[in-house]
């Protein structure tokens, strides 16, 4: 990794090193075509994942705690505890974003 020079320094202003290309590109730094390796995401599909996920710890948990009644000695109870924490958790925050869109595209909305 290389450091800056502390000659390199002068006043407030100081050349920043991107080190991965995925980050952003400063104030007149050309912004790569592609990302390494070519694994870009549209939002659509970025947002899908993520719901996709929620989706899976929800079902998780219900599985365990499906699997808790029908084969009690199989399953351990904090396992099927934090799976329920973890889906309650996922859903709340998933619930929390959705709200705060659309009260945002609502007030994009009543700007006109």
Known sequence: MAFIDPTQAVGDIVKLARTNPRH???????VPASTAGGTEQSFGDLLMGALGNVNDSQLNAMNLSQKMVTDPGSVNVEDVTIALADANLALSMTKAIVDRALAAYREIINIR
């Not at 952003?24 to 050309?30: I, K, P």
Request: charged fraction near 15%; charge should be negative.
């Open 24 to 30: 952003l590109a400063g104030a007149g730094e050309a």
